[in-house]
């Protein structure tokens, strides 16, 4: 992934995937896309069930549900992605202190 290398990082280095899911086929397509599995994604799952999605204000949601129950570790890295209409995507680097 272009973004992490340009960012010194690869796929391995990442410990968290706080995915805005926008919908069940979308974040499914990112997993595929990425080599995810639904363990690694399923706050985005947790919140997309319980809330639906709430746009821009979900990714608050699925940090939230990472925060409280699967806290990383002090300098572990973390890849924040929020698709939007049409198609716009951004992306964030959060390392854990």
């Known amino acids: 992934m272009a973004f992490l290398s340009r960012h010194g990082h690869?796929?391995?280095?990442?410990?968290?995937?706080?995915?805005?899911?926008?919908?069940s086929r979308l974040l499914g397509n990112v997993e595929k896309a990425l080599g995810l599995s639904k363990c690694d994604t399923q706050p985005s799952w947790n919140v997309l069930g319980s809330v639906g999605n709430l746009s821009s204000a979900t990714i608050l949601f699925?940090?939230?549900?990472?925060?409280?129950?699967?806290?990383?570790?002090?300098?572990e890295v973390a890849m924040a992605a929020a698709f939007g209409p049409g198609f716009s995507a951004e992306f964030l680097l959060l390392q854990w202190n």
Do not use: M, N, S
Request: overall charge positive.
């Open 10 to 23: 690869t796929r391995a280095d990442i410990r968290g995937w706080i995915l805005h899911p926008g919908g």
């Open 62 to 75: 699925i940090l939230q549900e990472w925060l409280e129950k699967r806290p990383l570790k002090k300098d």
